[in-house]
């Protein structure tokens, strides 16, 4: 069994910054990639950020430049720095670790931007 333990969400005004983290437990075999993904109401859930267990990373286009992500995989620990936010990046937030044989989210952290 795979818990992930999601924190770091909040209300923050355009332009600031929140560093959301992302702490895995249980039996984690053959980890291939850590990401985040986000979801507003009505849309479906959209990759924000991955990075791969050698430390490849993608972005979405929107948050290039502005969010980093992160890996400790000693700790199993997935992080996303990010930075000069936007009204449109108001969404809950959720930590994915996918595994050769299965597929993990946490149970998501509402982040709001909004002066």
């Known amino acids: 069994q795979v818990q992930l333990a999601e924190s770091g969400g909040g209300l923050v005004q355009p332009g600031g910054s929140l560093r959301l983290s992302c702490a895995a437990s249980?039996?984690?075999?053959?980890?291939?990639?850590m990401g985040w993904y986000r979801q507003t109401p009505g849309k479906q859930r959209e990759l924000v950020a991955t990075?791969?267990?050698?430390?490849?990373?993608q972005y979405a286009d929107s948050v290039k430049g502005r969010f980093t992500i992160s890996r400790d995989s000693a700790k199993n620990t997935v992080d996303l720095q990010m930075n000069s936010l936007k009204p449109e990046d108001t969404a809950v937030y959720y930590c994915?670790?996918?595994?050769?044989?299965?597929?993990?989210w946490g149970q998501g952290t509402q982040v709001t931007v909004s002066s």
């Open positions: 990075i791969t267990i050698g430390g490849s990373t």
């Open positions: 249980g039996s984690l075999f053959s980890i291939k990639t």
């Open positions: 994915n670790f996918q595994l050769i044989l299965a597929n993990y």
